[in-house]
């Protein structure tokens, strides 16, 4: 018989990850498939944001592999990563536009430095990447005279303008009020249609995830609580994962001979001297 398994476009195989002595990644083992959106969620201090900045070659892990479009990003070369990055988009929590620059102009910006296409072809895309996001007319507005929920549009058509095999979005419906962000789950839905991207999102926002996700990694701890689908996170047995979904106070003790011990620790820190 044929093999019919799904595509794998990201491979996490036991991947760790510290930030100075601090175990943040306790060994990840994650598959992200051709054309689904993987929603990760988990509380503060799970590892997600850790694990985004891995899969985008910001952070280096301590041990572990990073397959991702069949090149392992953890032993690339510099120039070779930034060659694979031309292939992913990143949609960042605050927009990250530069506020010197128009809006067009911040859009415009990966086809300037990855690219020799002509003034003229740029123009075009640029255009065409707006009208995607429902910002056509706004190419010549500054940043600053955005509402969030448009930052967020214009963020999300530089991350398409190079047309990218892989999307990832962080937090995107943070700082949103509902019905905006019920607009932005939905375009994130149109685009993964009508590009055939794979698509990876980081959010808390449970309402969005439920919504656009093929598939929901949840994290604790540094590790993968469960990989499933929405129904199949929903009906989990899992504490944890209940706590998170049914929004349940953790009930945590501190131990103060502990807390003193990092505390005297941190007091080498030149955050902590005079």
Do not use: W
């Not at 195989?13 to 689904?36: S, W």
């Not at 058509?157 to 509902?178: K, W």
Request: with cysteine.
């Amino acid at each position: 018989m044929p093999d019919t398994a799904p595509e794998k476009v990201i491979e996490i195989k036991k991947l760790v990850t510290h930030y100075g002595d601090r175990e943040i990644l306790k060994g990840v083992d994650l598959d992200i498939h051709a054309g689904e959106i993987m929603v990760i969620m988990g509380g503060s201090g799970s590892g997600k944001t850790t694990l985004m900045r891995n899969l985008l070659g910001l952070n280096k892990p301590t041990s572990g592999s990073i397959h991702i479009l069949g090149q392992n990003i953890t032993r690339l070369r510099t120039r070779e990563l930034y060659k694979l990055r031309r292939k992913m988009g990143v949609a960042f929590q605050g927009g990250a536009l530069l506020g010197s620059m128009s809006v067009a102009e911040n859009i415009e910006l990966p086809l300037r430095v990855h690219t020799r296409l002509d003034e003229n072809t740029i123009r075009i895309m640029t255009r065409m990447k707006l009208e995607v996001v429902n910002l056509a007319g706004f190419e010549d507005l500054m940043p600053s005279e955005l509402s969030g929920g448009m930052l967020k549009r214009a963020s999300l058509a530089r991350s398409i303008i190079m047309d990218p095999s892989l999307l990832f979005f962080d937090e995107p419906s943070a700082g949103l009020d509902p019905v905006v962000s019920a607009e932005l789950d939905e375009l994130i839905l149109r685009l993964k249609a009508a590009m055939k991207v794979t698509i990876v999102v980081v959010t808390h926002e449970l309402e969005s995830a439920f919504k656009i996700a093929d598939r929901i990694t949840v994290l604790g701890d540094g590790q993968v609580l469960m990989t499933g689908t929405v129904d199949e996170v929903c009906s989990s047995d899992n504490e944890a994962i209940q706590d998170m979904l049914n929004r349940r106070p953790r009930d945590e003790t501190v131990n103060a001979e502990e807390y003193l011990q990092r505390l005297t620790a941190a007091r080498g820190n030149r955050y902590f001297q005079g």
